[in-house]
Nanobody, 120 residues
Framework: QVQLVESGGGLVQAGGSLRLSCAAS????????MGWYRQAPGKQRELVAD???????NYADSVRGRFTISRDNAKNMVYLQMNSLKPEDTAVYFC??????????????WGQGTQVTVSS
């Protein structure tokens, strides 16, 4: 299993910026993909952005151009730089990692989440 610990959430005014960080630790052979999801009250969890080990990225249409995902593979960390924040970005943000624990065993792990609140 892999433990994911997020940090960097908080309260910010619309138009402001926040940077989320997520550190992975535990039984890591290799991390295939790391990303960020979010869940707003009464809504389903949705992908915000992810980045694979080859450098390919995916972004939700709603954040493209405002958010940037990056990884430090040597440190098993993923970051989400969020600029031009909007009230609709308010949600709990979860870090996700798809990890090979051994050369044959893999799984998806989640962090506990960090609250991001954007006031208007």
């Amino acid at each position: 299993q892999v433990q994911l610990v997020e940090s960097g959430g908080g309260l910010v005014q619309a138009g402001g910026s926040l940077r989320l960080s997520c550190a992975a630790s535990g039984s890591i052979f290799s991390i295939v993909n790391m990303g960020w999801y979010r869940q707003a009250p009464g809504k389903q969890r949705e992908l915000v952005a992810d980045k694979n080990s080859g450098g390919g990225t995916n972004y939700a249409d709603s954040v493209r151009g405002r958010f940037t995902i990056s990884r430090d593979n040597a440190k098993n960390m993923v970051y989400l730089q969020m600029n031009s924040l909007k009230p609709e970005d308010t949600a709990v943000y979860f870090c996700n990692a798809r990890t090979y624990y051994t050369p044959r065993e893999w799984g998806d792990d989640w962090g506990q989440g960090t609250q991001v609140t954007v006031s208007s």
